[in-house]
């Protein structure tokens, strides 16, 4: 028997033999359904064969049939399945139990990865950073896919200089992978460079044309660049041009690409620019709720969604559903203006401005760093309320604005309401004491002139004197500084008034003027006014007696002129007793006579 045992197993070995074979050629074609019947034919014969058992993970993977790979997983056979366990929780939207089906120390390379892609998804960006990081450095995994994560991690972390100090240090990728110009865009466009942002996603545009124009067909390719035109459009949204923007996202979703998470940041974004009407506004809104849609939007994307989808409520006057969704978002995130904003709006709309102040002043109790709006909106209700002390001492209660010139200005102004001049005067004055005395500082400089300028309105000329002299020190060739210290020592000082007004910049006029063009040049917007003659009485009334009364032609009768007409015997008769009256009604029309049905004239008998 022995011969023949040997021969059986020779024969097994040259099919699976074949049946790998044709794995590996489905495999690299992409061809993972076709693949997963032959892994399911290793397994069948062989149990323990692990490399057909990655293969199936794979496959399962690849054809988005997580569910089928949770309950495949469960096994005897002694391989590492939990970075495919934890991959498939990721897909499925479970994100903490991804995380805590990890092992906690040594993790493998592979489950590096797919815990880096768990922690991006739960928006612990820092984290997902420096397990890129590591894989770089420690594990030398330098693929494209690992570095083009490192910059989008980088840049979802905040961390801008990091990013592309790194992009500075792989700039070979720049030339060859579109996604990662893509996030290198994404990190100027979170620094606010929009110009160099439109660069990078234009060479992203152009490497995925290049590399996708020979296999996929026209809607395949617009499908693939869809995320490139919707950032281009916001960024062209972020510089004000509404109008092009709103040509981009409309082409975007009326090709209805197959990433939901672009159509939902593009229909977001359309909603934002404010072309669509609030009922359009909150039923395209309204499409973005779908699990389908939420399991693919990060935390901030789905923020900036709840609060429009808020707010078109708001605006479709649906108070009900407004205010129901207002508190669910207050109590998801408790320290966020926009919820309570809302819902003061709600209650101001509702002619509830009590209660609509109450809400402002309880969150602005509760969260005092975090509530400037909420406060500004509170100074901004005394202030069309009448109340300019109320006002003033909201503003002044704010510390994080307090010392903005901004802010400055507009307690300036209320002061001057008032007419309490020593309190703007003592509100320029601590600005300028809670700042530095920097020469670069632009909120010092800005303060200071107004502080100088102020005093000189009010006639403290000693005040701005000195005021104005600190700005020159700052900057000597300040001629506008220089004009009013000269103006403000006229008034206290003559001599030194002309000793500074010697430094003045001389203008020289040109040789070719024409004076007298200059002298008879009319000013625009002003009107030469004549002073009315004074008239005697004397002339007044002999004025009025040369004026004569027009007098009118008197009407004649028809016919009149022509002599050979005989005139009408009736023309002295009111016209109702004339014989071709008719009377008519109010409507115009003539009246008839009626009579009774069967009614007759009765008949005069004339005797003969």
Same mark, same amino acid.
């Given at each position: 028997?022995?011969?023949?045992?040997?021969?059986?197993?020779?024969?097994?070995?040259?099919?699976?033999?074949?049946?790998?074979?044709?794995?590996?050629?489905?495999?690299?074609?992409?061809?993972?359904?076709?693949?997963?019947?032959?892994?399911?034919?290793?397994?069948?014969?062989?149990?323990? *064969?692990?490399?057909?058992?990655?293969?199936?993970?794979?496959?399962?993977?690849?054809?988005?049939?997580?569910?089928?790979?949770?309950?495949?997983?469960?096994?005897?056979?002694?391989?590492?399945?939990?970075?495919?366990?934890?991959?498939?929780?990721?897909?499925?939207?479970?994100? *903490?139990?991804?995380?805590?089906?990890?092992?906690?120390?040594?993790?493998?390379?592979?489950?590096?990865?797919?815990?880096?892609?768990?922690?991006?998804?739960?928006?612990?960006?820092?984290?997902?950073?420096?397990?890129?990081?590591?894989?770089?450095?420690?594990?030398?995994?330098?693929?494209?896919?690992?570095?083009?994560?490192?910059?989008?991690?980088?840049?979802?972390?905040?961390?801008?200089?990091?990013?592309?100090?790194?992009?500075?240090?792989?700039?070979?990728?720049?030339?060859?992978?579109?996604?990662?110009?893509?996030?290198?865009?994404?990190?100027?466009?979170?620094?606010?460079?929009?110009?160099?942002?439109?660069?990078?996603?234009?060479?992203?545009?152009?490497?995925?044309?290049?590399?996708?124009?020979?296999?996929?067909?026209?809607s395949e390719l617009q499908d693939e660049l869809a995320v490139i035109n919707v950032q281009m459009a916001t960024i062209k949204q972020l510089r004000g041009d509404d109008q092009a923007a709103n040509v981009i996202y409309e082409v975007v979703l009326k090709n209805n690409p197959s990433d939901v998470s672009?159509?939902?940041?593009?229909?977001?974004?359309?909603?934002?620019?404010?072309?669509?009407?609030?009922?359009?506004?909150?039923?395209?809104?309204?499409?973005?709720?779908?699990?389908?849609?939420?399991?693919?939007?990060?935390?901030?994307?789905?923020?900036?969604?709840?609060?429009?989808?808020?707010?078109?409520?708001?605006?479709?006057?649906?108070?009900?559903?407004?205010?129901?969704?207002?508190?669910?978002?207050?109590?998801?995130?408790?320290?966020?203006?926009?919820?309570?904003?809302?819902?003061?709006?709600?209650?101001?709309?509702?002619?509830?401005?009590?209660?609509?102040?109450?809400?402002?002043?309880?969150?602005?109790?509760?969260?005092?760093?975090?509530?400037?709006?909420?406060?500004?909106?509170?100074?901004?209700?005394?202030?069309?309320?009448?109340?300019?002390?109320?006002?003033?001492?909201?503003?002044?209660?704010?510390?994080?604005?307090?010392?903005?010139?901004?802010?400055?200005?507009?307690?300036?102004?209320?002061?001057?309401?008032?007419?309490?001049?020593?309190?703007?005067?003592?509100?320029?004055?601590?600005?300028?004491?809670?700042?530095?005395?920097?020469?670069?500082?632009?909120?010092?400089?800005?303060?200071?002139?107004?502080?100088?300028?102020?005093?000189?309105?009010?006639?403290?000329?000693?005040?701005?004197?000195?005021?104005?002299?600190?700005?020159?020190?700052?900057?000597?060739?300040?001629?506008?500084?220089?004009?009013?210290?000269?103006?403000?020592?006229?008034?206290?000082?003559?001599?030194?008034?002309?000793?500074?007004?010697?430094?003045?910049?001389?203008?020289?006029?040109?040789?070719?003027?024409?004076?007298?063009?200059?002298?008879?040049?009319?000013?625009?917007?002003?009107?030469?006014?004549?002073?009315?003659?004074?008239?005697?009485?004397?002339?007044?009334?002999?004025?009025?007696?040369?004026?004569?009364?027009?007098?009118?032609?008197?009407?004649?009768?028809?016919?009149?002129?022509?002599?050979?007409?005989?005139?009408?015997?009736?023309?002295?008769?009111?016209?109702?007793?004339?014989?071709?009256?008719?009377?008519?009604?109010?409507?115009?029309?003539?009246?008839?006579?009626?009579?009774?049905?069967?009614?007759?004239?009765?008949?005069?008998?004339?005797?003969?």
């Amino acid at each position: 028997f022995g011969p023949v045992i040997s021969n059986h197993l020779a024969m097994a070995e040259l099919k699976l033999d074949a049946l790998y074979s044709k794995l590996d050629e489905l495999g690299k074609r992409k061809e993972y359904s076709q693949a997963l019947v032959v892994a399911d034919q290793i397994l069948s014969s062989q149990v323990n *064969e692990k490399e057909a058992f990655i293969c199936k993970c794979i496959c399962l993977l690849k054809e988005g049939k997580f569910e089928d790979l949770l309950k495949f997983l469960p096994t005897t056979l002694e391989v590492s399945t939990l970075a495919y366990k934890a991959y498939a929780l990721y897909r499925l939207g479970q994100g *903490e139990e991804a995380l805590n089906s990890l092992p906690k120390t040594k993790p493998s390379t592979l489950e590096l990865q797919v815990q880096a892609q768990v922690l991006y998804r739960l928006n612990e960006f820092s984290k997902c950073a420096e397990i890129y990081t590591r894989l770089c450095e420690e594990f030398k995994l330098n693929s494209e896919e690992i570095r083009t994560n490192l910059v989008a991690a980088l840049t979802a972390s905040g961390k801008l200089s990091q990013c592309l100090d790194y992009v500075s240090r792989n700039k070979e990728l720049l030339t060859s992978s579109y996604e990662f110009n893509y996030n290198v865009a994404c990190c100027y466009l979170a620094k606010g460079d929009f110009n160099t942002a439109e660069k990078y996603l234009v060479d992203s545009e152009k490497l995925c044309r290049e590399l996708f124009s020979e296999d996929y067909t026209e809607s395949e390719l617009q499908d693939e660049l869809a995320v490139i035109n919707v950032q281009m459009a916001t960024i062209k949204q972020l510089r004000g041009d509404d109008q092009a923007a709103n040509v981009i996202y409309e082409v975007v979703l009326k090709n209805n690409p197959s990433d939901v998470s672009v159509s939902a940041v593009a229909s977001n974004n359309l909603v934002a620019i404010g072309t669509q009407t609030k009922m359009q506004a909150s039923r395209k809104l309204k499409h973005l709720f779908s699990d389908q849609v939420q399991k693919k939007l990060s935390q901030s994307q789905k923020k900036s969604i709840d609060f429009n989808y808020c707010l078109s409520l708001l605006e479709a006057n649906k108070f009900e559903l407004c205010r129901t969704m207002a508190d669910s978002l207050q109590k998801r995130y408790p320290d966020d203006e926009l919820p309570v904003l809302i819902l003061a709006s709600l209650q101001f709309k509702e002619k509830l401005i009590d209660q609509a102040r109450i809400t402002l002043q309880n969150f602005a109790a509760s969260y005092p760093s975090s509530s400037v709006t909420v406060q500004l909106t509170l100074a901004q209700m005394d202030l069309q309320q009448g109340n300019v002390k109320l006002a003033i001492s909201m503003l002044e209660s704010i510390d994080s604005i307090r010392n903005k010139p901004a802010t400055i200005a507009a307690l300036v102004d209320l002061y001057e309401q008032i007419d309490d001049i020593d309190g703007a005067i003592a509100i320029l004055d601590k600005g300028l004491e809670n700042l530095p005395e920097k020469s670069e500082d632009k909120s010092y400089v800005q303060i200071l002139r107004k502080n100088a300028d102020f005093k000189f309105k009010c006639k403290h000329y000693q005040e701005a004197i000195k005021m104005y002299t600190k700005l020159l020190e700052i900057n000597r060739k300040d001629a506008a500084a220089l004009s009013h210290l000269v103006m403000a020592y006229s008034f206290i000082d003559p001599n030194q008034a002309a000793q500074y007004a010697s430094r003045l910049p001389k203008l020289d006029p040109p040789d070719d003027i024409d004076t007298d063009a200059l002298e008879n040049l009319s000013i625009q917007g002003l009107k030469k006014k004549h002073k009315p003659d004074v008239i005697s009485n004397e002339k007044l009334s002999q004025s009025k007696l040369k004026k004569k009364k027009k007098k009118r032609k008197n009407k004649k009768p028809k016919h009149a002129i022509d002599p050979k007409i005989p005139p009408d015997p009736e023309r002295w008769l009111p016209k109702y007793e004339r014989t071709g009256y008719k009377k008519k009604n109010r409507k115009g029309k003539v009246v008839v006579g009626r009579g009774h049905q069967g009614a007759s004239a009765p008949v005069l008998c004339v005797d003969t």
